[in-house]
């Protein structure tokens, strides 16, 4: 099979791309110039780069490759979404139609927008299965009581936010909420919620939106994520199961192992 890749920025679309032709799939990646590794290149047939805002090239370049199916992968950070992008007339007219200019909105218009152009986006996770967290202890060290009250706090939080867009990312220190992620990202976050905690441990709670549209807007743990975690003094992880991705797996386990972070998916 043929398949188009929307590949942002980190360590996702490269997994995406060397996962997928593993597996015997053709990938052609379509790369934001702002954002997306240079890596990419190795890792997919053919690369097209385009630039944040460029939806014309963009579906001109899957249309001459023949591509039908596609999905996107990485990160494209919100706040380049409003202070970098310079659209072309088909996203200016597109940004001018949405009521709301929310990430979701937009993002979700251009995917619609993209099947209209008859390049349906699939599922960011297709080639993924084996790297979505499990339910249940997912280190050696377990959640303390105090960590498990935390995670019970702050799954309420999350639940409630993110129906706004806000919140997928929340951090928690003695059931009281410290930072609350919005277009910062979980990893700035975290470190926010560090300058509050006056060195008390706090436990990470990170979770999927109620409707959460796992073509474009999936959670991801990457290595840097638990870097973040020991800096800020948080020993605890919790994380959707079955909609969380963790990205390099195994360092991620092993590197929460030796700094005693207690990761469970729920």
Not at 79 to 96: E, H, N, Q, T, V
Not at 164 to 188: L, P, R
Request: net charge neutral; proline share 4%; aromatic share 6%.
């Amino acid at each position: 099979m043929k398949y188009g890749l929307i590949a942002g920025g980190g360590r996702f679309p490269l997994i995406v791309a060397s996962s997928a032709r593993r597996q015997g799939h053709e990938i052609v990646a379509v790369a934001i110039k702002e954002e997306a590794d240079p890596a990419i290149e190795q890792q997919v047939d053919r690369c097209h780069w385009i630039s944040l805002g460029e939806l014309t090239k963009l579906v001109r370049a899957f249309q001459d490759e023949g591509i039908t199916e596609a999905v996107m992968a990485g990160r494209v950070r919100h706040s380049r979404i409003y202070s970098a992008i310079r659209p072309d007339w088909k996203l200016f007219k597109l940004l001018a139609s949405l009521p709301r200019k929310n990430t979701d909105s937009l993002i979700g218009a251009i995917a619609n927008f993209l099947e209209g152009e008859g390049i349906r986006l699939l599922d960011s996770t297709l080639f993924l299965e084996p790297y979505l967290a499990k339910k249940g202890p997912l280190t050696r060290r377990q959640a303390s009581n105090d960590e498990r009250a935390d995670i019970v706090y702050g799954l309420e939080v999350a639940q409630t936010l993110t129906e706004f867009d806000i919140g997928q990312t929340v951090i928690i220190c003695e059931c009281a909420c410290v930072a609350v992620e919005a277009m910062e990202g979980t990893n700035e976050a975290i470190v926010r919620a560090a300058r509050f905690s006056n060195g008390r441990p706090l436990t990470v709670v990170k979770m999927a939106k109620p409707n959460q549209d796992m073509r474009f807007d999936v959670p991801v743990v990457g290595p840097l994520t638990i870097e973040k975690m020991i800096e800020a003094k948080a020993t605890a992880l919790a994380i959707e199961a079955g909609k969380t991705l963790l990205l390099d797996m195994e360092e991620v386990v092993e590197t929460a192992n030796r700094a005693k972070i207690a990761m469970l998916g729920c």
